[in-house]
């Protein structure tokens, strides 16, 4: 079993790493939280940089690269803030995957180089007001009308919204109920009946655009099709490949916070020495790192086991689920560490602990991942209907 990066992964790490520091990404980090305006001018530098879609096909513009690429780029730019590392992830591992694996060529051509030079963009659009872990209960509808379908409902939560140029939106086809109805259908900005609601404003991620959309009568061409009712399995199985995305944002989140808790440990004193001679502080930052490894190791896991495709459901959602939990406890511990000055908006740790929060929820929440994970232990499936 071989735990080394390549030279190519090493080189890719340190380049984030020198460059956040060269460019003051921890500064930049700090004027996003209180600013809550996302750094839009990075689109262009990580596109020259080749950072957006990596993962993508070469031949419609990406590198090609396999998924734990993007999983190390997004981790190490996430050290510094998830909203720096927001249009890597978007890019490698958000929805435009789905299109990437399941969609037509024309449709390959119209978005990937876009996706790839920065200009466009894809959120993913699954959840409603009343639907979010049962799914498949969802009520968007396209219906079938000449060679257009006409789509209402409603998306909430959606992250990109208002600024993401396209929307894979999750839909029911006609009135059959339950999964087998389902499938993905792409919408653009700017098509008549799309709205968005006003700018989610959440505990943490700030900065990051999130809105409710609006479909009224949006007629949208069959050539948006990207997955039809009855392969609902593969819009799922694609979105696997997020949740590593998301769980290497809680490795980003939770590394920046054990970075910032080693360095204060060493320089804060009490009792005339350093905090970090202090066995209690000691434990503190062993239980962070020996989590965050375990953590690394399940992420790295899964995405490795994806190669250039899709990693293994129950790899991806048990990394996931781990993570989700790790960067919480993770980043309270950094709070501590930090004592008074933890809670002190002057001081990351506590827009860390911010942040942190959110992904036990996002992209699925802890508790559904590991119903699924459970199903797939027991070899057999709890339907929670019932
Ligand atoms: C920061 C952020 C970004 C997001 N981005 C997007 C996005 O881009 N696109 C998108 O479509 N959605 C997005 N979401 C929405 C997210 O996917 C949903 O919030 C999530 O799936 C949970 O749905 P819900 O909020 O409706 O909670 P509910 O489904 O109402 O669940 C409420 C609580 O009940 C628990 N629960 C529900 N059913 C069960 C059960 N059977 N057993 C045990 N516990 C259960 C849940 O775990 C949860 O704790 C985002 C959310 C956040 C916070």
């Known amino acids: 079993m071989d735990f080394t990066l390549s030279e190519e992964q090493k080189m890719l790490v340190e380049t984030l790493r020198t460059m ?49 690429n993007a999983v190390l780029a997004v981790e190490e730019l996430a050290k510094f803030s998830p909203m720096i590392a927001a249009p890597v992830f978007e890019s490698n591992v958000g929805p435009v995957r789905v299109i990437d694996l399941f969609g037509t060529d024309e449709q390959k051509k119209r978005i990937l180089p876009g996706v790839c030079s920065g200009k466009l963009s894809v959120s993913v659009c699954m959840t409603e007001p009343e639907v979010g872990s049962d799914l498949t209960s969802l009520s968007t509808k396209a219906v079938e009308d000449g060679d257009s379908y006409v789509l209402n409902g409603r998306k909430a939560f959606i992250t990109g919204g208002g600024h993401a140029s396209h929307y894979m939106v999750y839909t029911r086809f006609g009135d059959a109920k339950g999964y087998k109805a389902i499938g993905g259908l792409l919408v653009e900005k700017g098509m008549p009946g799309f709205t968005f609601g006003k700018q989610e404003r959440y505990m943490g991620l700030h900065g990051m655009p999130s809105c409710d959309l609006f479909f009224d009568d949006v007629r949208v061409p069959k050539q948006n099709l990207v997955v039809p009712p009855g392969d609902f399995g593969k819009l799922m199985w694609t979105f696997d490949i997020e949740r590593c995305g998301n769980a290497a944002m809680c490795l980003g989140v939770a590394g920046g916070a054990l970075n910032e808790a080693k360095a ?19 434990f503190l930052v062993v239980d962070m790192a020996t989590k965050l490894d375990a953590a690394r190791l399940l992420v790295y896991r899964a995405a490795s086991g994806a190669g250039q495709g899709l990693p293994s459901i129950y790899e991806a959602s048990m990394a996931k689920a781990y993570a989700n939990e790790m ?56 339907d929670q209907r019932k």
Not at 264 to 282: H, L, S
């Open 20 to 68: 956040g520091e060269r460019e003051n990404f921890r500064e930049l980090a700090k004027k996003i939280d209180e600013t809550c305006e996302f750094p839009f001018e990075l689109m262009d530098r990580y596109a020259e940089m080749g950072l957006l879609g990596m993962t993508l096909s070469p031949e419609h513009g990406g590198g090609g690269q396999p998924a734990v």
């Open 264 to 282: 204060y440990a060493m320089e804060r004193n009490a009792f005339g020495r350093p905090i970090c001679e202090f066995q209690a502080v000691q």
């Open 327 to 382: 960067v919480v406890d993770v980043t309270d511990k950094a709070m501590q560490v930090f004592g008074g000055y933890g809670y002190s908006s002057e001081f990351p740790v506590e827009r860390m602990y911010r942040d942190a929060k959110a992904w036990g929820v996002a992209g699925g929440t802890l508790q559904m991942l590991k119903i699924g994970v459970a199903g797939m232990i027991f070899g057999r499936r709890f």
